[in-house]
């Protein structure tokens, strides 16, 4: 079925470092997509988002790159902090604004 | 920025009670809402999706007589874990959205840890 994935569970990265998480969707369709970051214990956190007719979005220290051609989905986040320590979900929005999560990546800032 | 709250933050009760909890937008009014679960290190599942109003729209496979939603108001959405069991243990999430600053962007709730004895 159609669906959301990632393709690295975690991922351990030095302070000051840039970090790439990485993201694949099958749903052709989509055309919203969105990066969460969840810390222990609390519910997700709007991080940026994307429309399909774009393939490059920056926010502050985060970009996400949206590659329609693969249907793969990155975000950046430059000069990582330990504060940036979290799980980071893509999503994607289906008809009706449900959203659907994919696996999760965690990510280690090492200090 | 938009809040959006979850009450009770978490919950301990007993095999075969019901459990209420209440997911409130607190600066909007949100026209739609979403329950997800969570299990631990797993993603969050959608469960439902809770229009002001009218009637829950279930996902496949959530039992509808057993996670009862009633959504009041256009800030009030109630999740109700009717005879819990064990297994209905989980992290709880809601979300609301509203046609805020005209972007698509949900809003989520904290969250309610439910443990089932």
């Known amino acids: 079925g159609e669906s959301v994935g990632l393709h690295l569970p975690t991922l351990s990265v030095q302070e000051g470092d840039n970090s790439i998480i990485n993201c694949a969707y099958s749903?052709?369709?989509?055309?919203?997509f969105i990066w969460y970051k969840q810390e222990s214990g609390k519910g997700p956190q709007f991080i940026i988002d994307?429309?399909?007719?774009?393939d490059k979005r920056q926010g502050q220290r985060v970009t996400v790159l949206l590659n329609k051609t693969v249907k793969h989905l990155s975000l950046q986040i430059a000069a990582t902090q330990p504060g940036d320590s979290a799980v980071y979900f893509c999503?994607?929005?289906?008809?009706?604004?449900?959203?659907?999560f994919g696996a999760g990546t965690r990510l280690f800032v090492k200090a | 920025g938009a809040v959006v709250s979850q009450h009770p933050s978490r919950v301990i009760c007993k095999s075969g009670t019901s459990v209420k909890i209440e997911c409130r937008s607190l600066?909007?009014?949100?026209?739609?809402m979403f329950w997800y679960r969570q299990f631990p290190k797993k993603s969050l599942m959608l469960m439902a999706t809770?229009?002001?109003?009218?009637?829950?729209?279930?996902e496949q496979g959530v039992e509808k007589d057993k996670f009862l939603i009633n959504h009041a108001s256009l800030t009030l959405s109630t999740l109700t874990v009717t005879s819990a069991h064990p297994e209905d243990s989980s992290f709880y999430i809601c979300?609301?959205?509203?046609?805020?600053?005209?972007?698509?962007?949900?809003?989520f709730g904290p969250g309610t840890r439910l443990t089932v004895l």
């Open positions: 749903n052709s369709a989509s055309d919203y």
């Open positions: 979300s609301a959205y509203g046609d805020l600053e005209a972007t698509d962007t949900q809003y």
């Open positions: 809770s229009n002001e109003g009218s009637k829950a729209t279930y």
């Open positions: 600066d909007f009014q949100a026209t739609t």
């Open positions: 999503a994607e929005n289906t008809g009706g604004f449900k959203t659907i």
């Open positions: 994307i429309r399909s007719n774009m």
